[in-house]
């Protein structure tokens, strides 16, 4: 294929190339350049026909729900985050698409934030190696991938025009810092910039954002492309050089051409831009012989099944509720037939795969009798039959409630209001263990919700997140017995929605101010002293663990190995997700108590024990000094901290940092 260059386009040409040609589609020229076709999502193939492709609403294929990046995360197994990407990424071959808008890596603020279920983690190491691993999934088959949403878009409500007011620590430390990561891991096709403001200039118009910082210090060298309808003005973004403003935009051209005869852009400023879109275009076309088809429906319906079963979070089980016992069972919420399986917005898919009732799952696994009752009339419009569900229950040993949150609740471009379940959930619940002292209650939801108002009254909570198509597969898997939990948290569980930072929903003049800075989620939950329902990391199995021999093993002044030995103290095989700690307590500048620098998932048999290492650089113990606009280690005490959560700490010790003089400040 010949490649074009910038010379062989007329001007003419170049401006349109910086636009769209349609909602999916760039421009081709009639064939001069090769077509690329774009479509989203994290949590599975939402693509529409090429006939349709000047269409936003049009159908989409039916294709696999995997489960959502919020249940990637929770898997704390970087494999799976790359399986994850391979799936999706087979879709995206069978339907011929070239780029995968995803994965979303922005940090969870606010458990209030309606897109929570596309993202990773509060946390920005979570974030970036699970985004990384996500993006060499899918790229290592030929597909190209969008690192998103370009940047501080942690809150969904007025997001065309909220401005997110943010500390220049906290934009590095903990906003940028998952793109960066990615980015020193793995080179995504094309970074998507957000809709909102930053530091009161459009992400689409940043260009201390889009050039100084993403380019010329992370080194990206793929394509800025905008949001849908994040381009307000092609001109002014192509000075911040955003190099393609999607979708379509009709007085785009019109725009630069008028800038360029006023002289407020140059043919130079065109030329960066275009220059970068024909790289990105016959990169695409080189990693097309990558693409190979590998897997059938099934198969990838398999494998979402293997990823929701390791995404589970088992928040507590009193009294061993869990694995069910195989005695006969009530099984109660319309949820259990009808599961929630992906969040709203660009990212649901329409799926092609049937979700058997959970009822016969159980029923297959356990070999005893399950009674189902939905509870519910029509989805939440009243209990149907609260008083039967009450004499049902009085009659069993073993009640499983299934209930969350679907799509009208959660969906892109709103908030939730609150992180309490819908009344009729927390009064089925409680009509149930009016009449039973052994209740299993299941959540389908796509971020933190607070389980007080009955997690005393429960023996078991299991936080099943949003799933995908699998997700009833692996609910009974692990009802079960089958196979044991071992998800971990990626977001705290606070008890009200604004302990951790204020209320997404009220932003005066349009304005999130992220005053908190740094400590955001656990790490602000910390260093105010506030409780939590479930702590970032939190999360049970079927067996204990135990943490012992610590070992630090000096590689350099910033470079360790430590390593420990973890016991599987139960009956049966389980994996562990130990977490790797670092703090430094008397810093010239306020840091939080701890930060996660690396941690490890690990399958452990029965009884026996594993030996774990993990690897401590430069980044573990440097915070970024807005002085000298770089990352910085202060000689002094770190604390290592070993754990199986932010707040279950095992093991600790001590590390003396003595970086020579002319690294430091008096
Ligand atoms: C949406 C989303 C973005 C998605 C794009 C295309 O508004 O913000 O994540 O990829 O538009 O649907």
């Known amino acids: 294929m010949k490649?074009?260059?910038?010379?062989?386009?007329?001007?003419?040409?170049?401006?349109?190339?910086?636009?769209?040609?349609?909602?999916?589609?760039?421009?081709?020229?009639?064939?001069?350049?090769?077509?690329?076709?774009?479509?989203?999502?994290?949590?599975?193939?939402?693509?529409?026909?090429?006939?349709?492709a000047d269409n936003w609403g049009g159908e989409v294929y039916k294709t696999t729900a995997m489960p959502n990046v919020v249940n990637v995360a929770n898997t704390w197994n970087p494999a799976l985050a790359y399986e994850n990407g391979k799936v999706i990424a087979d879709e995206c071959i069978e339907h011929d698409a070239d780029v995968l808008l995803a994965p979303g890596v922005n940090i969870k603020r606010s458990p209030l934030c309606g897109r929570n279920f596309e993202y990773f983690s509060e946390d920005p190491y979570l974030a970036g190696v699970m985004g990384a691993e996500y993006i060499k999934g899918v790229q290592d088959k030929g597909i190209g991938t969008s690192l998103k949403h370009y940047a501080v878009n942690s809150s969904e409500n007025d997001r065309l025009c909220m401005n997110a007011e943010v500390d220049e620590r906290a934009l590095r430390e903990i906003y940028l810092r998952p793109f960066e990561i990615v980015l020193q891991e793995t080179k995504p096709t094309t970074v998507m910039c957000s809709y909102n403001k930053v530091n009161g200039i459009h992400a689409s118009e940043n260009r201390y954002l889009l050039k100084d910082i993403l380019r010329d210090i992370f080194g990206f060298d793929g394509i800025v492309i905008s949001d849908w309808g994040a381009c307000h003005n092609r001109w002014k973004s192509l000075k911040a050089t955003l190099d393609l403003c999607m979708p379509v935009k009709e007085d785009a051209f019109a725009q630069v051409k008028t800038a360029l005869e006023n002289g407020w852009v140059s043919e130079e400023d065109v030329d960066f831009c275009v220059e970068n879109l024909l790289n990105f275009i016959y990169r695409i076309q080189e990693m097309k012989p990558m693409r190979k088809l590998e897997f059938t429906e099934e198969q990838r319906l398999e494998k979402a099944k293997a990823i929701a079963t390791e995404s589970m979070v088992l928040l507590q089980n009193e009294n061993c509720a869990l694995p069910l016992k195989?005695?006969?069972?009530?099984?109660?919420?319309?949820?259990?037939?009808?599961?929630?399986?992906?969040?709203?917005?660009?990212?649901?898919?329409?799926?092609?795969?049937?979700?058997?009732?959970?009822?016969?799952?159980?029923?297959?696994?356990?070999?005893?009798?399950?009674?189902?009752?939905?509870?519910?009339?029509?989805?939440?419009?009243?209990?149907?039959?609260?008083?039967?569900?009450?004499?049902?229950?009085?009659?069993?040993?073993?009640?499983?409630?299934?209930v969350g949150e679907d799509t009208s609740l959660v969906c892109e471009g709103m908030?939730?209001?609150?992180?309490?379940?819908?009344?009729?959930?927390?009064?089925?619940?409680?009509?149930?263990?009016?009449?039973?002292?052994?209740?299993?209650?299941v959540i389908e939801a796509g971020s933190a919700v607070d389980t007080s108002a009955f997690q005393d009254k429960v023996n078991a909570i299991l936080y099943a997140g949003y799933a995908g198509d699998a997700v009833n597969y692996a609910l009974s898997d692990?009802?079960?017995?089958?196979?044991?939990?071992?998800?971990?948290?990626?977001?705290?569980?606070?008890?009200?929605?604004?302990?951790?930072?204020?209320?997404?929903?009220?932003?005066?003049?349009?304005?999130?101010?992220?005053?908190?800075?740094?400590?955001?989620?656990?790490?602000?939950?910390?260093?105010?002293?506030?409780?939590v329902l479930y702590p970032f990391g939190h999360g049970l199995s079927y067996v204990d663990f135990r943490y012992e021999n610590l070992q630090v093993e000096k590689k350099g002044e910033t470079d360790y190995v430590i390593s420990y030995d973890i016991y599987n103290e139960g009956a049966v095989d389980a994996?562990?997700?130990?977490?790797?700690?670092?703090?430094?307590?008397?810093?010239?500048?306020?840091?939080?108590v701890k930060e996660l620098k690396a941690f490890s998932k690990d399958v452990i048999p029965a009884r026996s024990k594993k030996h774990v290492s993990v690897t401590l650089d430069h980044s573990a113990f440097a915070y970024y000094n807005v002085c000298i606009?770089?990352?910085?280690?202060?000689?002094?005490?770190?604390t290592v901290y070993v754990g199986a959560s932010s707040q279950d700490i095992r093991l600790t010790q001590k590390i003396i940092v003595t970086l020579p003089d002319e690294t430091q400040f008096t």
């Open 3 to 52: 490649k074009l260059t910038v010379k062989d386009l007329s001007l003419e040409e170049k401006i349109h190339l910086l636009t769209g040609k349609d909602v999916w589609r760039l421009h081709t020229f009639s064939g001069k350049l090769p077509e690329v076709f774009v479509a989203d999502g994290p949590n599975g193939l939402r693509m529409v026909s090429r006939e349709n």
């Open 326 to 402: 195989k005695i006969p069972t009530l099984l109660l919420g319309r949820m259990a037939e009808f599961p929630a399986t992906c969040g709203g917005g660009s990212s649901e898919v329409s799926s092609c795969h049937k979700h058997p009732h959970l009822k016969d799952l159980l029923a297959e696994k356990l070999g005893v009798e399950v009674t189902f009752r939905s509870a519910y009339e029509a989805h939440l419009n009243g209990l149907s039959s609260a008083r039967e569900c009450m004499d049902l229950a009085a009659r069993y040993d073993q009640v499983v409630v299934v």
């Open 415 to 441: 908030n939730r209001t609150d992180i309490k379940l819908h009344p009729k959930h927390l009064q089925l619940i409680d009509n149930v263990t009016r009449v039973c002292d052994n209740v299993i209650v």
């Open 478 to 531: 692990l009802l079960t017995g089958a196979a044991a939990p071992s998800g971990k948290l990626s977001e705290t569980f606070p008890y009200e929605k604004d302990d951790l930072c204020p209320d997404v929903n009220f932003t005066p003049g349009g304005v999130d101010s992220y005053g908190e800075g740094v400590f955001v989620g656990y790490r602000g939950a910390e260093d105010m002293g506030v409780d």
């Open 575 to 592: 994996a562990e997700v130990s977490q790797v700690y670092v703090g430094q307590a008397a810093a010239r500048v306020a840091r939080p």
């Open 629 to 638: 606009k770089d990352w910085h280690v202060e000689n002094g005490t770190f």
